[in-house]
C-alpha cells in the first residue's frame, strides 16, 4: 500500500530551482532515505511534502492531494517535520520540560509518561528536564528537537538530518525508535548524512543538484561502484580519497576494496567530471614553543553541575588533536575556557608557553588564534565577502593584503562563485570553509575548531579533512578539532576522549588501533565508552 | 582602521534590515507630522501665579476656581516683575494679573480686561489653561452679568504654536527611544545571532568595539535627526528656530551618548531583542516623564523636580526649547551642555562598566 505519491514537485526560491520535477512513492511502514551533496535539494523537497513551502506539482498524501501549503493543512496533524539545524525549534528560555508540555498542548495530545521517559532517557536528556534549551549542548539541543517531532507519534515522520551533531551512542538509539515506531505503523523520510545510516533504511535516494539520479537499497547503488573503488589513499589530480578507500574512474594498479555508500558520492562526482581540490599551501616556517596549549585540570563548573572536571590536556606544535565525546561531554566547553569565552572556575592555562589569567594576557594572542564555533557563527547581513574583509580587517591587514588574501582562501577553498551570496544562501559545506577561511586569514598558529565538519556533505568533508592536513603539514599549524564522525578520528595525531567532564582517554590513535585490532574507530570509540563506566 | 571597520560592517548591518530602517524613518517624519497636528492635552497640576493689586474679594473668588487636579494651588507674587521672573525661570506657567482697573470695571459693570501671562513653550498646556480660564470668568460674567476681557501675553512663544512644541517633543522622545533600542540593538544583535563569541575573539580592545559599535549608531541617529528637523520641523511646521543649529547638533550628540550610557546597561542584561525593547519601554517612560516634556517641570512636586535633574532628557529638552524659541546662544546654554556632558561622562562610565564585563 503507498501511502505517498509525489508526482513532479519543483520547488524554486526567485531565480534558482531547487528541486525539479521530483516523483516517487512510499509504501506505507516504509524508511526512505534521502542523501546528496549540500544543495542537492532534499530539503526543499522535504518541506514541500511538509506542507510548508510553496511548490509546483501534486503530491498525494493517503487518499489527500494537495497542491500548497494551504492545502496541506488538512493533513498536518499526520505529518512531522524536523527541520534542519541544531535546535531551531526550541526556545532558549524554556526547559526541557517545558518544551514538553508546550508541544504537547500545541498538537493537543494526552501526556503518555512512558513514552515520554523513553524518549527522554534515548536522548540522554533524563536528568537534564530542567535545564534550559539556550544552556543545553550542541548535540543535546538537535536530540531534543528530534523527540520532540516524535511526540505526537506520526504517521508520516519527516527528518532533515536528525542526526547532525549527534553521537554515535545517541544516533544507535534513536534508530531503535525508529524502527520500533514503524512497527507500530509508521512510515519516515529521512535525509542523512552519515551513510553508516542510510544504509539501514529500507531504500535510499540520491539527489544531485536539483534531480533524484539514483534510487535503490544500499547494496544496489553500491553495487554500481564496485568496479571504481580501490583500498587505500592516494593523492592524485583524478581520483578522490577518503576513509582509507580510493575512487577513481580510471583502472588503477590498487587492490578493489569493497564499496560502501560514501563511494557513490564521489563516484558521480568523478563521473560529472568534478576533480578533487588541490590545496596548494606554501611551506612556511614558523617559530613557535613546542607546546601551544597546556592545560593543567581546567574545571568548569555551571551551578552545582561540573561540565569539565580537572581537564589536563597538552595540544603540540604541528599536531593535530581530536576532542571526541558523547553530546554534553563537555567538549565545547572546554574549548571555550581555552578561547577564553568562558572564564575558568579551577586549573590553570598556559598559551604559547604564556600563563594566562587576565583579559589582557589575551589579547596579544588572539591574533595567533583561529577558531571556528559550532554554529558557524558568520554575519548574516554581510555577504561572504564582506564578511572576509571584515575579518581581514580586524586583523589588522591593510586593504591589499587582505583582498590579496581573500582571492587566494576563495580559489584554495574552493568558494570562490559565492564571494557575493549571503551566508544563508549557499550550501553548508561552503559556509564550513569559508568559516574556516575566516579563521585562517591572520595566519593563526593554532585553530579550534568545534564539529567543523557536522551536516557536510561527504565529498566536502574529504575536502575539508585534505585542507586540515595540508595546514599542518605545510605551515606547522596546530589543530584542535572535535567531530562526531568517528572515522574522521583517523585523520587526527591524537585522540582525547571526554565523558561526563572527566578525560578517559588520551592517545595517539596507532595506539589506540593496536589496543583494539580489528575495529573501525566507530567501535573502538564505543568499547572505550562503555568500559570507562565513571559514575 | 578597525573602527573603520566595525562602523562599515555596523552601516551595512542597518541598511540590510529593512524594516528596522523603515521604522526609523517613520519615527523621524510620520510619527512627528502625527503629533505635531494631532495630540490633545489636558492639564494637569498647572503651576499659576498670581499679582492681585486691587486685593478684592472677588480675586480670591477667581483663585479659588483653580484647583487640583488640574492646577497647583495658585501662588501670590507681589509684583508683576516676581511673577515674570518666576514664569522666566519655569516655577510657574500660568500667571495672572488682576490690575486696579480690572476690579473697578468688573464692579461697575464696564468691560473688564485681565492680564494672563503664560510661558507658550509649554504651548499645549499653556493654552489649555487659558480655555479654562476663559470658562471660569464666564460663569463669572453670567452670575454677574458683566463682560470681560482677556489680554493674554505670551511670553518666549509669541505664536504659540502647538504644533511647533508637540513636533519638537515628540522628535526628542523619539529619540531617545530610537537611541536605547538602536546602541542597545548593536550588541543584543551579537548575542542573539551567536556572533558574540567571534566578537570577542577579534584582536581588538573591548573598549574600541564597544565605542566604535556607539558611534555607528549615534551617526545613524544624526542622520534621522537631520530628516526630521529638515522635513518635517522646517519643512512643514515652519518652526522658526532663534538660536544656532550648531547648539542643537551639539547638544543632540552629548544627549545621544548619555542615553548610549543607558543602552549599554540594557544590552548587558538582554540576551534576545524582545528583551531589549520591553526594557527600553520600562527605561524611557520615566526618563520622558521626568523631563518635562509631557508636564510642566515646574507643575511637579519637589521631590520629582528633584529627581529630573538627573533625567539627561531634561537638559536636553529645555535646551532645544531655548535654541528654538527663546533664541539662546552659546553662553547662556553652557549650563545645560555642561549637565548634558557630566550625565552623558556618568551614564557612559556605567554603561560601559556594565558591558564591559562581558568582554
Ligand atoms: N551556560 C550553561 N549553563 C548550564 N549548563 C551548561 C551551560 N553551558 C553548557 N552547559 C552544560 O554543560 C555540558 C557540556 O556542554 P558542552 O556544550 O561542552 O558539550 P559538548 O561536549 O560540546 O556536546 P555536543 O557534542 O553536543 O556539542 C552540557 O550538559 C550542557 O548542558
Ligand atoms: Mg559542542
Known amino acids: ?535 | 582602521m578597525k573602527m573603520s571597520a566595525i562602523l562599515k560592517k555596523e552601516f551595512l548591518v542597518f541598511f540590510r534590515n529593512i524594516g528596522l530602517v523603515m521604522f526609523i524613518l517613520y519615527a523621524f517624519t510620520l510619527d512627528i507630522y502625527i503629533a505635531g497636528k494631532g495630540i490633545k492635552v489636558t492639564p494637569r497640576h498647572v503651576s499659576i501665579g498670581y499679582v492681585n493689586e486691587a486685593d478684592n474679594l472677588i480675586v480670591n473668588k477667581i483663585i479659588s476656581h483653580f484647583h487640583s487636579p488640574q492646577f497647583k494651588k495658585p501662588k501670590l507674587f507681589l509684583s508683576e516683575k516676581a511673577l515674570k521672573n518666576a514664569i522666566y525661570n519655569r516655577k510657574i506657567m500660568v500667571g495672572i494679573v488682576f490690575s486696579k482697573e480690572f476690579v473697578k470695571n468688573l464692579i461697575s459693570g464696564k468691560v473688564a480686561k485681565l492680564q494672563v501671562l503664560i510661558d507658550s513653550t509649554a504651548a499645549a498646556q499653556a493654552e489649555v489653561t487659558l480655555i479654562y480660564l476663559q470658562n471660569i470668568l464666564m460663569n463669572f460674567e453670567h452670575k454677574i452679568k458683566i463682560p470681560a476681557n482677556i489680554d493674554i501675553i505670551k511670553l518666549f512663544n509669541p505664536n504659540s504654536n502647538t504644533k511647533w512644541f508637540m513636533s519638537l517633543s515628540e522628535l526628542m522622545s523619539n529619540i531617545t527611544m530610537l537611541g536605547l533600542i538602536l546602541i542597545a540593538v548593536v550588541f543584543v544583535r551579537e548575542k542573539e545571532n551567536g556572533t558574540w563569541d567571534i566578537m570577542l575573539l577579534m584582536p581588538v580592545k573591548g573598549s574600541i568595539i564597544i565605542f566604535s559599535k556607539i558611534l555607528s549608531q549615534v551617526l545613524i541617529l544624526m542622520v534621522g535627526i537631520t530628516i526630521s528637523v529638515g522635513l518635517i520641523i522646517f519643512g512643514i511646521f515652519n518652526t522658526p528656530i532663534n538660536g544656532s543649529l550648531f547648539d542643537f547638533y551639539l547638544i543632540s550628540f552629548l544627549f545621544s551618548f548619555a542615553i548610549g550610557g543607558i543602552a549599554l546597561v540594557i544590552a548587558a542584561i538582554s540576551k534576545t531583542i524582545l528583551e531589549v525593547a520591553h526594557l527600553t519601554i520600562v527605561i524611557m517612560l520615566p526618563l520622558i516623564f521626568l523631563s518635562g516634556a509631557w508636564t510642566p517641570l515646574s507643575s511637579m512636586s519637589p521631590f520629582i523636580q528633584f529627581l529630573s535633574y538627573f533625567s539627561p532628557l531634561r537638559y536636553y529638552i529645555q535646551a532645544t526649547q531655548d535654541i528654538f524659541f527663546r533664541g539662546s546662544g552659546f553662553v547662556d546654554l553652557l549650563p545645560y551642555f555642561g549637565a548634558e556632558f557630566l550625565m552623558a561622562v556618568i551614564l557612559f562610565y556605567i554603561g560601559y562598566r556594565k558591558i564591559g564585563r562581558l568582554f
Open chain 1, 1 to 535: 500500500m503507498e501511502i505517498l505519491k509525489v508526482k513532479n514537485v519543483s520547488v524554486s526560491y526567485g531565480k534558482k530551482i531547487a528541486i525539479k520535477n521530483a516523483s516517487f512513492s512510499l509504501k506505507d511502514q516504509e524508511i526512505l532515505g534521502f542523501i546528496g551533496a549540500d544543495g542537492a535539494g532534499k530539503s526543499s523537497l522535504l518541506h514541500a511534502i511538509a506542507g510548508v513551502v510553496s511548490f509546483d506539482g501534486e503530491i498525494i498524501y493517503k487518499n489527500y492531494t494537495y497542491h500548497s501549503p494551504k492545502e496541506a493543512e488538512k493533513i498536518k496533524n499526520e505529518i512531522s517535520l524536523m527541520p534542519q539545524g541544531l535546535g531551531l525549534v526550541l526556545y532558549d528560555f524554556l526547559s526541557v520540560k517545558e518544551h514538553f508540555d508546550f508541544f504537547r498542548d500545541l498538537r493537543g495530545l494526552k501526556k503518555d509518561e512512558e513514552y515520554e521517559k523513553r524518549l527522554l532517557k534515548m536522548a540522554g536528556l533524563y536528568e537534564f528536564q530542567d535545564r534550559l534549551a539556550g544552556n543545553l549542548s550542541g548535540g543535546m539541543r538537535q536530540k531534543l528537537s528530534l523527540i520532540l517531532s516524535l511526540l505526537a507519534r506520526p504517521k508520516l515522520l519527516i527528518l532533515d538530518e536528525p542526526t547532525t551533531g549527534v553521537d554515535p551512542i545517541s544516533r544507535a538509539e534513536l534508530w531503535d525508535i525508529v524502527n520500533e515506531m514503524r512497527e507500530e505503523g509508521m512510515s519516515a523520510i529521512i535525509s542523512t548524512a552519515y551513510m553508516s545510516e542510510a544504509s539501514k533504511m529500507d531504500r535510499i535516494m540520491l539527489f544531485d543538484e536539483g534531480e533524484i539520479i539514483a534510487s535503490g537499497r544500499a547494496d544496489e547503488l553500491i553495487e554500481n561502484i564496485k568496479d571504481y573503488t580501490y583500498e587505500g589513499e592516494i593523492e592524485s589530480k583524478e581520483c578522490f580519497s577518503f576513509n582509507k578507500r580510493t575512487y577513481c574512474l580510471k583502472p588503477l594498479n590498487l587492490k578493489k576494496a569493497t564499496p560502501t555508500l560514501e563511494g557513490v558520492f564521489f563516484v558521480n562526482a568523478l563521473k560529472k567530471g568534478k576533480k578533487p581540490i588541490i590545496f596548494e599551501i606554501p611551506k612556511k616556517q614558523i617559530d613557535i614553543p613546542n607546546i601551544i596549549v597546556e592545560a593543567k585540570c581546567l574545571t568548569k563548573k555551571f551551578g552545582a553541575f561540573i561540565a569539565d572536571n580537572c581537564i589536563n590536556l597538552e595540544l603540540k606544535k604541528g599536531e593535530i588533536l581530536g576532542l571526541l565525546g558523547a553530546n554534553g561531554a563537555g567538549k565545547t566547553t572546554l574549548i571555550k575556557m581555552l578561547l577564553g569565552l568562558y572564564p575558568i572556575d579551577e586549573g590553570e592555562l598556559y598559551l604559547l608557553g604564556k600563563r594566562i589569567k587576565s583579559y589582557e594576557d589575551r589579547i596579544e594572542l588572539k591574533s595567533k588564534i583561529g577558531y571556528v564555533s559550532q554554529k558557524f557563527a558568520l554575519y548574516k547581513d554581510l555577504t561572504i565577502r564582506e564578511n572576509l574583509e571584515y575579518f581581514a580587517k580586524m586583523h589588522g591587514l591593510n586593504m591589499s593584503e587582505s583582498s590579496k588574501k581573500i582571492k587566494e582562501y576563495s580559489q584554495m577553498l574552493g568558494f570562490e562563485e559565492y564571494m557575493d551570496n549571503f551566508p544563508k544562501e549557499v550550501p553548508l559545506g561552503i559556509n564550513q570553509r569559508f568559516s574556516v577561511a575566516a579563521a585562517l586569514l591572520h595566519e593563526p598558529v593554532v585553530l579550534f575548531l568545534d564539529e567543523p565538519t557536522s551536516g557536510v556533505d561527504t565529498v566536502a568533508r574529504s575536502a575539508f579533512w585534505k585542507l586540515i592536513r595540508k595546514l599542518k603539514a605545510n605551515m606547522g599549524i596546530s589543530i584542535l578539532i572535535t567531530t562526531h564522525y568517528m572515522s574522521e578520528a583517523e585523520y587526527c595525531d591524537r585522540v582525547a576522549v571526554l565523558k561526563r567532564g572527566v578525560k578517559i582517554v588520551d592517545d595517539k590513535v596507532e595506539n589506540l588501533h593496536k589496543k583494539y585490532p580489528g575495529l573501525d574507530f566507530e567501535d573502538i570509540f564505543l568499547n572505550i565508552y562503555k568500559e570507562k563506566q565513571n559514575k
